[in-house]
């Protein structure tokens, strides 16, 4: 199994930025997505979470909500984050994960992870 976050990069405040995760090496549309985040020196966030082709399951932690949409592309193998009204506070490293089972928000719970994508938010 192989997953792949892309999409960082540097984004002012109030500006957009658009996350994808793509998998390979299982059957993308069978498993739930989350995304989390980690700034330097903070423990690991939840993010956002979507379910598995067909469930209407979408999850957002409190900070992001509103200003942040997860949307899931099965004929690519690609979950999209994208963030809107970016502020300071959500400058981090973006993991993608992957769960089997259900749509998680701890950590823990994922199967897989991928290689994170990094945010700065610039003032």
């Known amino acids: 199994v192989q997953l792949q976050a892309s999409g960082g990069g540097l984004v002012q405040t109030g500006g957009s930025l658009r996350l994808s995760c793509s998998a390979s090496?299982?059957?993308?549309?069978?498993?739930?997505v989350g995304w989390f985040r980690q700034a330097q020196g903070k423990e690991r966030e939840f993010v956002s979470a979507?379910?598995?082709?067909?469930?209407?399951?979408?999850y957002y932690g409190d900070s992001v909500k509103g200003r942040f949409t997860i949307s899931r592309d099965d004929a690519k193998n690609t979950v999209h984050l994208q963030m809107n009204n970016v502020k300071p506070e959500d400058a981090a490293m973006y993991f993608c994960?992957?769960?089997?089972?259900?749509?998680?928000?701890?950590?823990?719970?994922?199967?897989?992870w991928g290689q994170g994508t990094l945010v700065t938010v610039s003032s």
């Open positions: 994960a992957l769960d089997k089972s259900k749509v998680a928000i701890m950590a823990w719970e994922y199967d897989y």
């Open positions: 979507i379910g598995w082709s067909g469930s209407s399951t979408i």
């Open positions: 090496g299982l059957t993308f549309s069978d498993w739930a």
